[in-house]
């Protein structure tokens, strides 16, 4: 009855979602940099991790990123710097 072969999937290795997670919030910190101003979007080191801050009209958003990643938001426009609100 069943397959002695299963279908192949298209899911990716957590390793990789995490990646592409990671690469996204930096790409929309700097959209949202460029859009409304450097003073809304950002990225600072805590504990060994970067973490990416945006301002947005719902409140503030921040995603720590695998240290791997950290050449990306120094090369990309958020500027290294801390909110100036707290989350």
Known sequence: MGADNPPP?????????????NLLAIAFARAIRLTWGPN??????HDGWPVVW???PTGQKSWHVTP?????????SPHQSRPTRSA
């Open 54 to 56: 945006v301002d947005t």
């Open 40 to 45: 809304t979007a950002g990225w600072y080191w």
């Open 68 to 76: 791997d990643l950290e050449d990306v938001p120094e090369r990309s």
């Open 9 to 21: 999937t298209d899911e990716k290795p957590l390793d990789e979602v995490y990646h592409d997670r």
